[in-house]
């Protein structure tokens, strides 16, 4: 199974801040990477899909870059409504597995 | 809109089955799959099914194979997963969602607890 690796695990930072996340393949996925944002109670939400294509809909504050085993996310101003743990997940193959996710938290 | 159903508090060793009615897209055309969050330690793939026209087969990742099970009811528009010989550690959110390409899932529900305790 290809292991997915997120960093950080869990950061504080202030309404408009950049934020990045980083996630890590144990193996090339090419841009087969999908980045989800998940709140309490609420059904997670695709954010970015094939590495680096915004899912329609998404603030555009949302990107997502990288390929082969090192991919971000960024934020690039940091908005309330954003506090949220995200998500990682690689669909290269199955089964597609997740990184352990990120909690983003208000500083 | 995607809406699960069944969860609940089961004794270890039991049965629970979970559905998924779905509306306001063709399901018939749609791939469909499960996922749960697990408390602690975050999303886990359970496995996936093709839509009839594909095959209609469903695939499983390997800690959930030979317990889980997924179908659907493509006249009820309803996705279902049956958990056999629950443990505590099946203890999760569960949520389905639909399928894009192979591997991205794109609409979810809003989840439906099962909690596994004696």
Same mark, same amino acid.
């Given at each position: 199974d290809i292991q997915m690796t997120q960093s950080p695990s869990s950061l504080s930072a202030s309404v408009g801040d950049r934020v990045a996340i980083t996630c890590r393949a144990s193996?090339? &996925? =090419?841009?087969?990477l999908n980045w989800y944002q998940w709140k309490p109670g609420k059904a997670p939400h695709l954010l &970015?899909?094939? +590495? =680096?294509s915004v899912r329609r809909?998404?603030? =555009?504050r949302f990107s997502g870059s990288g390929s082969g085993t090192d991919f971000t996310l960024t934020i690039s101003s940091l908005q309330p409504e954003d506090f949220a743990t995200y998500y990682c997940q690689q669909s290269?193959? +199955?089964?597609?597995t997740f990184g352990q996710g990120t909690k983003v938290e208000i500083k | 809109q995607l809406v699960e159903s069944g969860g609940g508090l089961v004794k270890p060793g039991g049965s629970v089955r979970l559905s998924c009615a779905a509306s306001g897209f063709s399901f018939n055309d749609a791939w469909m799959t499960w996922v749960r969050l697990l408390p602690g330690k975050g999303l886990e793939w359970i496995g996936r099914i093709k839509n009839k026209g594909d095959g209609g087969a469903a695939d499983y990742s390997s800690p959930v194979k030979g317990r889980f099970t997924i179908s659907r009811d493509d006249s009820r528009s309803t996705l279902y997963l049956q958990i056999d010989?629950?443990?505590? #550690? #099946?203890t999760a959110v569960y949520y389905c969602a639909t399928v894009r390409g192979a591997g991205t899932f794109d609409y979810w529900g809003q989840g439906a607890l099962v909690t596994v305790s004696s």
């Open positions: 193996r090339p &996925i =090419s841009t087969y &970015i899909f094939a +590495a =680096s809909g998404v603030p =555009s290269y193959n +199955a089964p597609y | 010989s629950l443990r505590t #550690d #099946d």
